[in-house]
């Protein structure tokens, strides 16, 4: 692997988060028509931070076309900075998302995925990777690269967002989210996507398992059976917060930006059962605004802040 040369206009110094990963347009299909909304796991997440006042800079690559435009325009309106390099000739990738008559999607894709070997002049405190970007080459070697410089100098987020039809064989797929774990702190993945990884294995199971591998959080969401944060130490189950569901587009990234905005703000007592309860409670009551309203469209700051339903989180 080639060494990767700095960024010519690196991260602004104090920048709280730098997310990188892909960012498309969601073509969504439903029995109203047609929408399209500026999306992408990390995009999202990056758009749902800037939604909570969080600095936020997005490294990705997007193309010179209208989507393009789109995709910065809506970025830029969250206070999202994209980064130097994020930028390249040629076509914006797409996702498009059928809608089932119970919200949930069903997702095609069009997209390539490269990135210059690039390394940020000045870390973030928090840096996110997620989704297909770190499983599609040829850009995944390089979200590689970026983590294992980065681990021991600040805190590395990861979600993988499985989406087998991207990902080629299982064994493939594994074996690259595994060699990743190393270089993670905090790892968040839905049910759906630990059952795929590790199929017939209890979710308590996997997330001992990821720990071993070395991450310090997993976060394991659950739909509306709430989700499960697991350290070394402890175990604490979250309900989720009660919705009527528009579609489920973008709520696992909801979780995930507030999940970051957490850890941000979490003050002195690291990840003690406390600090998970009020983590998980948080990055629920995000999914929950985000699936009531059509396509990703996460909370602010002021709704989130709104009054947290009274929740009774269960430790094992």
């Known amino acids: ?39 992408g796991s990390p995009a999202n997440v990056a758009y749902g931070l800037g939604r909570l006042g969080v600095q936020t800079e997005l490294l990705t690559s997007i193309g010179d076309d209208h989507y393009a435009a789109a995709i910065e325009g809506h970025l830029r309106s969250a206070g999202v ?44 405190k928090i840096l996110h990777a997620g989704s297909i970007a770190t499983f599609l080459a040829p850009g995944a070697a ?92 402890t175990c604490v189950l979250v309900p989720s917060v009660p919705a009527t569901v528009a579609d489920t587009i973008g709520a696992g990234d909801s979780y995930m930006s507030a999940l970051i905005y957490g850890l941000l703000m979490r003050g002195a007592d690291g990840l003690a059962p406390s600090v998970l309860e009020a983590l998980g409670r948080m990055a629920a009551k995000a999914a929950a605004i985000t699936v009531g309203r059509p396509g990703a469209q996460p909370p602010t700051l002021d709704e989130l802040q709104s009054g947290l339903p009274e929740q009774q989180p269960a430790h094992q």
């Open 142 to 233: 390089a979200v590689r690269g970026l983590l294992e410089q980065s681990h021991r100098r600040c805190m590395v987020t990861y979600d993988p967002n499985i989406r087998p039809a991207l990902l080629g064989s299982h064994v493939e797929a594994k074996t690259i989210f595994e060699e990743l774990i190393p270089f993670t702190e905090v790892v968040k993945l839905s049910d759906e996507d630990a059952h795929w990884l590790y199929p017939r294995r209890p979710l308590e199971e996997i997330s001992g398992h990821i720990l071993g591998l070395g991450a310090r959080l997993v976060a394991i969401t659950r739909g509306a059976e709430g989700s499960m944060l697991t350290t070394r130490d």
């Open 1 to 39: 692997m080639s060494t990767p040369q700095h960024l010519p206009d690196g991260p602004a110094v104090g920048t709280d988060v730098m997310v990188v990963g892909e960012a498309l347009v969601d073509i969504v299909v439903s029995p109203r028509g047609t929408v399209e909304h500026p999306g």
């Open 81 to 124: 900075r994209l980064l130097p390099g994020s930028r390249r000739q040629g076509t914006t990738a797409t996702a498009t998302a059928v809608l089932a008559s119970d919200g949930s999607a069903r997702y095609d894709f069009d997209l390539r995925w490269d990135l210059p070997r690039t390394a940020p002049a000045m870390l973030p």
